[in-house]
């Protein structure tokens, strides 16, 4: 099945650092990738979803200043963590799904998850 | 507007004993309705699906059936291992609607 991975699985930075997490589809192009985050024992919170040659779409309450998601080609997403600090330690998760003209199965494709801890 | 409740859990339960998970579902349209699970420290997978009502998906021993009836989509095992203790995410998308619906998930303990 398709395939969509992450990385790193898991950074350690200094707090004021920015971090870069990269999303990508391995065995097919994806339009859209959808970034989550998930704290400790909660469900996931959707972040932006990412569209591939325009602007991401930010969730109410997310910074599009501080979160940067940059899709500049059909297999690739990232995410940014500027200026990061301790509150924006958590797993970070993202998705795609089958390019617009495909069968429709609906289904999300996941990636691994990255763990981002900020000292 | 689209939205997916199930029960939160958590479950807890001896080996091999029966397992289910209750999900029921509202949505505009006609969705696509998954079972995703993610174990501990790792993303999520899909478990199984169904895309249409009646269909019944089914995967290591996991059932779930579209009732389009009932807006349900429960999750069943006959019999669990040590190794189903995961979270379980109910979930559904809808063609050209906007982002994937999940559930608040379930976390599942099998002991020994």
């Known amino acids: 099945g398709a395939v969509v991975s992450q990385h790193p699985s898991w950074v350690i930075c200094k707090s004021g650092t920015s971090v870069k997490i990269e999303c990508r589809s391995l065995?097919?192009?994806?339009?859209?990738m959808f970034w989550y985050r998930q704290f400790p024992k909660q469900s996931l919170m959707l972040m932006a979803t990412?569209?591939?040659?325009?602007?991401?779409?930010?969730e109410q309450g997310v910074e599009k200043d501080k979160f940067l998601i940059n899709h500049a080609s059909l297999t690739l997403s990232t995410l940014t963590v500027t200026s990061a600090h301790p509150e924006d330690s958590s797993f970070y998760i993202c998705?795609?799904?089958?390019?617009?003209?495909?069968?429709?199965?609906?289904?999300?494709?996941f990636g691994e998850g990255s763990r981002l801890t900020v000292l | 507007g689209n939205s997916v409740t199930q029960m939160e859990g958590p479950v807890t339960l001896s080996e091999e004993a029966f397992l289910t998970i209750n999900c029921t579902y509202t949505?505009?349209?006609?969705?696509?309705l998954f079972w995703y699970v993610q174990y501990p420290g790792e993303g999520l997978q899909l478990l199984l699906k169904?895309?249409?009502?009646?269909d019944k998906g089914s995967n290591k021993g996991f059932e779930a059936t579209y009732r389009k009836e009932t807006t349900s989509f429960h999750l069943e095992k006959g019999s669990v291992q040590v190794s189903d203790s995961a979270v379980y995410f109910c979930?559904?998308?809808?063609?050209?609607?906007?982002?994937?619906?999940f559930g608040p998930g379930t976390r599942l303990s099998v002991l020994p």
């Open positions: 979930a559904l998308s809808v063609r050209y609607g906007q982002n994937f619906v």
């Open positions: 169904a895309t249409k009502a009646d």
């Open positions: 990412s569209n591939e040659g325009s602007k991401a779409t930010y």
């Open positions: 065995d097919f192009q994806a339009t859209t």
């Open positions: 998705s795609a799904r089958d390019r617009p003209g495909q069968e429709f199965t609906g289904e999300l494709f």
């Open positions: 949505a505009t349209g006609y969705p696509s």
